[in-house]
């Protein structure tokens, strides 16, 4: 079911400035019997990525029921789109704009449902650094559909990603930990790549079990030391990398360890 | 009036991979008594673009078609949007998408019938350098919605950007020419920026007029030293930059004359 600014209608305006400049952020997310997953923490992102882009977010519980309303009755998704509304021409931002909210919901992807290991690659592309939209999950994602057609293998589930200084920032739609004689790393993301609610209720859950994380700018070879790898995202949970390329590892223990404190509660 | 893949209305899907990633580019351009100004020059540039986002390209004449029907009776904007077409959820090409077309038509904006000197600024924002996307006008363009809120002043016609290595690029809808003794000078744009129909027949315009260009790396001091410095694009034409936050300049002849080049023919 699709739903556009509180009406079940699937369009939206042609001049919406969502499609002319990518001028909106977007959330995707679990539902679980017509419920949001996460709910708290996706707002809280969904609020502080408006703010980045100085566009207003709709209330928390109007928004809510517009996801609780579009979503599937089992298992689903739900993907939130926020623009900053129709504009006329230039990119300058109109005095009185109404946002467009876009609520798409559809049936949980089979690969969302598996908890099995998986393989990826390395991007070709690197990723370009602008700090004033660093982990921001806006709709400019561009690099991502050029890195994610690098590849159609199937058996082939992620790519990873390095800006052009070489420092590894994350998945083409994941974020990347890893782990290394009991403490875990992950990808600073100060410069690009988006910081996804996954990666914060692990770096939560962390905290909580007293795991040390190392968040700073690592080289694909720290990553290829560690001892487990995985990737997150708030449909996959976490999963284990078993192959990278030519690389393979066993597992550790951490992906179960992990997977667990991720669904610690669904608020 | 607004036409969407070849009919009169004025919405798309709310899937469009537009909208979901601005996976698309875009052109505008002048009409004048509903014909396109300039348009071997604007498809030849689409579909360079479209072939750098690995998107068919409409054929040419079916494309003009649809701009004359869209087009205002006297002069006119036209702006073109392609987009990969509708998509399910992630960033994989679907292996059979249909494009969509979106043509928005205007009448032309009064700061665009100006033929009057202007003033501009020095952006805050830094442009991010991704060479896999350098030069194409795809609809990933937050950066330039952020550069052009930074000011309000109606005076401020343009703001001028460089990357984040200090390296001048562009304006945020414009591109950026300047004359010193007798030879012109525009940044390269391999690592950001848009490559404009505007620059573009004005570097051939000085070609056949055996005028020098530079095409290079320059920093804003290399600008602020200029005899005369321009901004243009299809629709202003090129316009001298009379003011720059405080450095001005007196004209000294360039404008008239690049402007007198750029429709040397219209075709």
Known sequence: MI??????????????RGLAYGDGVFRTLRTEAGQPVWWADHYARLEADC?????????????????????????????????RGVGMRG???????????????SAMPQHAKSLGDIRARWCELKL????????????????????????????????????DQGAIVSGVMSNVFWAKQGELFTPDLSQCGVAGVARMRLLRAAARRGIRVHIDR???ADLLAA?????????????????????????AGWTLLLNDALYDNLD
Chains 1, 2 share one sequence.
Request: aromatic residues 4%.
């Open 51 to 83: 703010s980045v882009l100085m566009l207003d977010c709709p209330d928390q519980n109007t928004l809510r029921d517009e996801v609780c309303r579009a979503a599937e009755a089992g298992q689903g998704v739900v993907k939130i789109i926020l623009t």
């Open 3 to 16: 739903r556009v600014n509180g009406l079940a209608i699937d369009s939206i305006h042609a001049r919406d």
């Open 218 to 220: 690592f080289t694909p």
């Open 128 to 163: 370009a650094r602008q700090p004033r939209l660093a982990g921001v999950k806006h709709l400019n994602r561009l690099e991502n559909v050029l890195a994610r057609a690098e590849w159609d293998e199937p058996d082939i589930f992620e790519g990873l990603l390095c800006d």
């Open 91 to 105: 990119y300058a931002v109109p005095e009185a704009s109404a946002n467009t909210c876009v609520v798409l919901a």
């Open 227 to 251: 001892d487990e790898v995985m990737i997150c995202n708030s449909l996959i949970g976490v999963r284990r990398v078993a192959r990278l390329d030519d690389t393979t590892w066993l597992p």
